[in-house]
C-alpha cells in the first residue's frame, strides 16, 4: 500500500495518541519503531501491522484495500464523564457497527439500515417521553414485560445492533449513528436491569433526533437525558400490565416493600425505576418515593438479588454470529478475516460456530424441499 506509514500515522493522530501511547497500547513496545514506521525508515511486519490495527480499531482489509467507510459516525456516551482515550474507545465501537454493515452487505441482507421510525413528535415534557415510549413499546409488540424480549425486537425487526462490551469505568452506555444505520452499546459489567434501562434509554436517543442527545453523567440532569428516563420507564412498564400486576398485590390499598422488589423482578428494571414510574402514574408521591430509595435495606437487598452470578454475556448477538457464518460458508469470509471479527484465534472459530449450534456434525445432508 502506497504511503502505508503516513496512513498509520494519520490514525494514531486521529485518536490522539502519542508515540509512547500507541506504542504501550499496541504492544510493539518502543516508540522508535513506531517512528520508523510512519517515516518508512523501514519495513513494517506483518504481525506489527496486525498489532496497530487492533490497537487503532479499524479493519485491516479494508484500509489496506482503500475501501474503509468515509462515512461520518455520531456518538454519545452515558457516562459521569467521558474516559481518557475516549477516541481510541469510539473507534472501536465504531469498527463494530462497520463490520455489522459490511457482513449485511456480503450476504445480501434485505434489512439496510435501521429499521425503526422516528419519533416525530416534538417532546417538551416528561408526559411527552413517557407516552412515546409507551407507544414505542406497543408499536413493537413486546407484551406486558417488555424487557424479557425487546432486545432481540430490536436486533431482528428494527436492525438495530446491541454490543455488550467492557466499558470504561462510569460509563455505562453509549449510541451511535452512521448515515442510515444505529447501535447501542451496554456495559457487560453491570446487572442485567441496568442494561436494560440503558438500552432504553439510548434506544430514546437513536428514534428522537430532534435535539441531538447530550453526554450525561450519572445524575441525569440534562433536560434530554431525563426525557430518556421517562421515555425507558415508560417502554419498560407499561401501563396496564403494571397497574394489573399492582392491583394483584394490593391489600387494602397497600404494597409491601417485598411486592415492590417482586415486581421490580418480574419486569427487570431497577427498582427506581419502578418507583420513579409509580410517581409519573400518581400511584405513590414523591416523599414516598424518596423514603423507598433512601432506605438502605431495600436497595442491598434487591442489589442482592440481581448479581451477575457467573453470566456468560457475549459481546455480540446470536444475530451478529449467524450473519459472520453465513458469509463464511458462502465463501464471502476467510478464517482470518472470522477470527478478526470474533476477536479471537483462528483455531477458535469452529468451538464458537459449535456452541452457538451452528455446526452440523451429521454424515449426511438432507435436502428439503419447501
Request: hydrophobic share 40%.
Amino acid at each position: 500500500m502506497k504511503d502505508l506509514g503516513k496512513s498509520l500515522s494519520q490514525k494514531r493522530k486521529s485518536l490522539g495518541l502519542t508515540l509512547v501511547e500507541a506504542a504501550r497500547l499496541s504492544g510493539i513496545g518502543s516508540y522508535q519503531t513506531i517512528y520508523k514506521i510512519e517515516h518508512e525508515k523501514r519495513a513494517i511486519k506483518a504481525d506489527e501491522l496486525a498489532a496497530l490495527a487492533k490497537a487503532y480499531a479499524f479493519d485491516l482489509n479494508f484500509f489496506l484495500s482503500g475501501k474503509e467507510l468515509v462515512e461520518q459516525c455520531q456518538i454519545y456516551w452515558r457516562a459521569e464523564e467521558k474516559p481518557k482515550r475516549a477516541r481510541v474507545f469510539e473507534s472501536r465501537a465504531r469498527l463494530l457497527l462497520e463490520r455489522y454493515i459490511r457482513l449485511q452487505e456480503l450476504i445480501e441482507h434485505a434489512a439496510a439500515g435501521t429499521k425503526l421510525p422516528i419519533i416525530a413528535r416534538q417532546v417538551v415534557s416528561f408526559d411527552d417521553a413517557a407516552d412515546e415510549g409507551e407507544k414505542y413499546a406497543n408499536m413493537l409488540r413486546l407484551g406486558g414485560r417488555p424487557a424479557l424480549v425487546f432486545k432481540r425486537i430490536l436486533e431482528e425487526d428494527g436492525n438495530i445492533p446491541i454490543f455488550f462490551l467492557d466499558l470504561p469505568t462510569g460509563t455505562s452506555a453509549l449510541s451511535l449513528i452512521m448515515g442510515n444505520y444505529s447501535a447501542i452499546c451496554v456495559n457487560r459489567k453491570d446487572t442485567s436491569w441496568r442494561r436494560n434501562f440503558d438500552i432504553a434509554h439510548e434506544l430514546f436517543h437513536v428514534v428522537y433526533r430532534q435535539v441531538p442527545p447530550e453526554n450525561c453523567g450519572a445524575s441525569d440532569n440534562g433536560i434530554q437525558e431525563s426525557f430518556a428516563n421517562a421515555f425507558a420507564s415508560a417502554f419498560l412498564l407499561p401501563r396496564s400490565s403494571l397497574e394489573k400486576e399492582i392491583e394483584k398485590r394490593t391489600t387494602n390499598s397497600k404494597l409491601n416493600v417485598l411486592d415492590l422488589i417482586m415486581i421490580a423482578c418480574e419486569y427487570e428494571i431497577s427498582l427506581d425505576a419502578l418507583v420513579w414510574r409509580l410517581v409519573n402514574l400518581g400511584r405513590i408521591s414523591r416523599a414516598t418515593a424518596e423514603k423507598i430509595l433512601n432506605f438502605k435495606e431495600i436497595k442491598e437487598h434487591y442489589k442482592g438479588l440481581q448479581k451477575i452470578k457467573g453470566e456468560r454475556l457475549p459481546y455480540i448477538s446470536k444475530k451478529y454470529l449467524c450473519m459472520i457464518f453465513d458469509a463464511f460458508t458462502q465463501g464471502k469470509m476467510s478464517e482470518m478475516s472470522v477470527a478478526e471479527y470474533l476477536d479471537v484465534p483462528v483455531g477458535d472459530t469452529t468451538r464458537i460456530f459449535a456452541e452457538a449450534g451452528l455446526v452440523w456434525e451429521g454424515k449426511s445432508a438432507i435436502e428439503i424441499t419447501v
